[in-house]
């Protein structure tokens, strides 16, 4: 079982996670596309962040949106890391960190087993305990309803893992 870093358990002082509200979507919007614009991840309209609202978390420093993520469960018991987003002011400073931390919390308080995503960063995610995988492991349903179904490109992108 891969477990999480103890430093990594508690965000810094200056920082606060909470679940994303309607009225964050703008904000969700703006960190997403200023990653994506930096090769980061995945763009996202703002309606589909709008109607997956629910799925988000967002970090604060202060007022002000350091950064978000997103969890996409795939049932019974997997979930996805998604949307990860860092504002190039907080980048360095553990608002990713939190804002994963935030997921796999809520993860666990939704009694999901695993954790997997694809990204373009596996040095951040292994600091955090997600292991790279082949692909071919992956859970089965979640690679063909997330992955096959859909479309999406694993180019470039390493596959990781988190077992809860």
């Known amino acids: 079982m891969s477990t999480t870093p103890s ?3 508690t965000p810094p002082a200056h920082l606060s ?17 200023a990653s994506s614009a930096r090769g980061q991840t995945l763009g996202r309209t703002h ?16 007022d002000t949106p350091a950064a978000c993520a997103s969890l996409v469960e795939w049932p019974p018991t997997v979930g996805e890391v998604r949307s990860v987003a860092v504002s ?3 980048q360095g400073k553990g608002a990713g960190r939190a ?11 939704d009694a999901l087993s695993t954790l997997v995503l694809l990204t373009k960063c596996p040095e951040f995610f292994a600091r955090l305990g997600f292991e790279p995988v082949e692909i071919d492991d992956l859970p089965p349903t979640y690679l063909r309803l997330a ?7 694993l180019e470039g992108r390493t596959a990781m893992r988190l077992k809860l």
């Open 7 to 9: 430093s990594a358990a």
């Open 17 to 33: 996670a909470r679940p994303a509200a309607k009225t964050d979507a703008s904000a969700i919007h703006a960190l997403i596309e």
């Open 47 to 62: 309606a589909d962040i709008d109607r997956h609202i629910c799925q988000f978390v967002v970090v604060e420093a202060g």
């Open 88 to 90: 190039t002011d907080h």
């Open 99 to 109: 804002a994963v931390m935030a997921i796999i919390a809520k993860a666990r308080a």
């Open 147 to 153: 992955i096959i179904e859909r479309g999406r490109s």
